[in-house]
């Protein structure tokens, strides 16, 4: 035995590779220029590991006083006493909405049904009966898109369902920006579908000092007409809390007017057809200067269709003769390839979450969650330096061992089980410390040993 246990050490002298990993592979290069970190260097800038560069998440997010006032104070004036089976109907609705269907779908489907009666000629003698039966199946099995018309009533069930919720995830779109360029000082924004006004309100919260122009455009005129009541205060007259905010029913025509942000909340989903959304896109994004953001429900579908968008984007197929800068992916992707979400044989919902504190309804009391999708496009090139993986599910800690699940800028999705024996303890305590949405400060994650078989959650 003490004879074998000499030769191990032997071998690892002559053989310093094998065996233990190195404690600094993999770790961060915070520092430009420098490769590998390890734990003696100051790579955290004397900050906790809690507060790692990766760090994306933040606090319970609150609406600003003023807001929340108004709208209390909107649905105490109708008294509506079934409000709160109506705001859990529609936000089940909204929840559980999907795409419509394409023409070219249904046209496929029909002629696969189609084909599939005439297995049976029997039961169809007449052409007319065949299409019959074929259009009675799929209305049986096609899901039915409708428009929402958002009447005055509506729209205050809106209110109550999405405000707050809504301004969550934008004020944590809004958060990714700031974190990673903080030099960004914008001027104008644009808000397509701004409904109750939560965008200007949440870019306000961020870039108040420097905003002198929000645009807000609505379809709805009772959406505009409540934003405007909610900028002051919840009544119709007096002066607004926020000075420049413009409302408009339809996006603006010149191809010369440009907004630093332009942004787009949980509206694309509202639109009937992909045509329509693929127009909607190039147009939003001729108008973005800097930055065009885009969420949508943390639903397949509202995923499914932020990529499709991010795609239309970095394809290029418009380039604008005013603005040629190419887009790339600001936010969350680590990079420009197909999304590995969906490459999978079960395509998963590449989604964040944000706590906030609800409008204190009194249905409405305790803290809340709110799932959501989002793309970031800007303009110019992506910068490799700020490349970390992303993390995309929960962080599962187990004893001296951490499971996270990571975009990676390779266009692949890893599980890393990370250990402070095999990747140094600053890795593991940053990795520890880091939640759901966050960056994870390393450079190369395919250098990562194989996840083992068992499930996390035995671990």
């Known amino acids: 035995m003490a004879g074998a246990l000499r030769y191990l050490l032997t071998l690892r002298r002559l053989c310093p590779g094998l065996g233990v990993v190195p404690h600094t592979r993999a770790l961060a290069a915070v520092v430009p220029g420098v490769t590998q970190v390890d734990n003696k260097s100051d790579f955290l800038q004397k900050r906790p590991h809690r507060q790692h560069p990766g760090i994306r998440k933040l606090p319970h997010v609150r609406l600003p006083q003023a807001l929340s006032n108004g709208a209390q104070l909107l649905l105490r004036e109708i008294a509506e006493p079934n409000m709160e089976n109506q705001v859990q109907a529609l936000t089940n609705y909204l929840w559980s909405r999907h795409l419509p269907a394409e023409p070219e779908e249904l046209q496929r489907?029909?002629?696969?049904?189609?084909?599939?009666?005439?297995?049976?000629?029997?039961?169809?003698?007449?052409?007319?009966?065949?299409?019959?039966?074929?259009?009675?199946?799929?209305?049986?099995?096609?899901?039915?898109?409708?428009?929402?018309?958002?009447?005055?009533?509506?729209?205050?069930?809106?209110?109550?369902?999405?405000?707050?919720?809504?301004?969550?995830?934008?004020?944590?779109?809004f958060h990714e920006i700031r974190v990673r360029n903080p030099a960004f000082q914008p001027q104008t924004l644009m808000d397509f579908g701004s409904g109750t006004g939560s965008v200007t309100w949440a870019a306000h919260s961020v870039w108040g000092q420097t905003l002198r122009e929000y645009m807000c455009v609505d379809r709805s005129t009772a959406m505009l007409v409540l934003a405007e009541k909610l900028l002051k205060g919840g009544s119709e007259s007096g002066e607004p809390y926020?000075?420049?905010v413009?409302?408009?029913?339809?996006?603006?025509?010149?191809?010369?007017?440009?907004?630093?942000?332009?942004?787009?909340?949980?509206?694309?989903?509202?639109?009937?057809?992909?045509?329509?959304?693929?127009?909607?896109?190039?147009?939003?994004?001729?108008?973005?200067?800097?930055?065009?953001?885009?969420?949508?429900?943390?639903?397949?579908?509202?995923?499914?269709?932020?990529?499709?968008?991010?795609?239309?984007?970095?394809?290029?197929?418009?380039?604008?003769?005013?603005?040629?800068?190419?887009?790339?992916?600001?936010?969350?992707?680590?990079?420009?390839?197909?999304?590995?979400?969906?490459?999978?044989?079960?395509?998963?919902?590449?989604?964040?979450?944000?706590?906030?504190?609800?409008?204190?309804?009194?249905?409405?009391?305790?803290?809340?969650?709110?799932?959501?999708?989002?793309?970031?496009?800007?303009?110019?090139?992506?910068?490799?330096?700020?490349?970390?993986?992303?993390?995309?599910?929960?962080?599962?800690?187990?004893p001296r061992h951490?499971?996270?699940?990571?975009?990676?800028?390779?266009?692949?999705?890893?599980?890393?089980?990370?250990?402070?024996?095999?990747?140094?303890?600053?890795?593991?305590r940053c990795a520890r410390v880091s939640s759901w949405g966050d960056l994870l400060p390393v450079f190369t994650p395919s250098a990562f040993p194989p996840s083992p078989a068992q499930d996390p959650s035995e671990s």
Request: aromatic fraction near 10%; proline fraction near 8%.
């Open 109 to 173: 489907r029909a002629m696969h049904l189609e084909k599939k009666f005439l297995e049976n000629p029997d039961l169809f003698q007449t052409e007319a009966k065949l299409h019959e039966a074929v259009l009675h199946a799929l209305r049986k099995t096609t899901y039915h898109w409708q428009e929402l018309s958002y009447s005055e009533g509506l729209s205050l069930v809106y209110m109550a369902a999405r405000l707050d919720g809504g301004f969550a995830a934008v004020s944590r779109a």
């Open 242 to 244: 926020i000075p420049g």
């Open 402 to 428: 951490v499971h996270c699940h990571l975009c990676c800028p390779d266009g692949h999705m890893q599980h890393a089980v990370i250990t402070a024996r095999r990747h140094g303890r600053d890795l593991y």
């Open 246 to 398: 413009f409302f408009r029913q339809f996006l603006p025509v010149s191809p010369k007017v440009q907004f630093d942000i332009v942004i787009s909340a949980f509206s694309l989903s509202e639109l009937p057809s992909e045509a329509d959304r693929n127009e909607v896109v190039q147009t939003l994004w001729r108008k973005t200067h800097h930055f065009l953001v885009l969420v949508e429900n943390g639903t397949k579908a509202g995923h499914s269709l932020l990529m499709d968008a991010r795609d239309l984007v970095l394809n290029g197929n418009e380039k604008s003769p005013l603005d040629p800068r190419p887009g790339f992916v600001f936010a969350p992707c680590p990079h420009e390839l197909p999304c590995p979400q969906l490459t999978t044989s079960k395509p998963l919902a590449c989604s964040f979450s944000q706590a906030y504190h609800p409008i204190p309804f009194s249905w409405n009391k305790k803290p809340k969650e709110e799932k959501f999708s989002m793309v970031i496009l800007a303009r110019g090139s992506p910068e490799e330096a700020n490349r970390w993986p992303r993390i995309t599910q929960p962080v599962l800690k187990r």
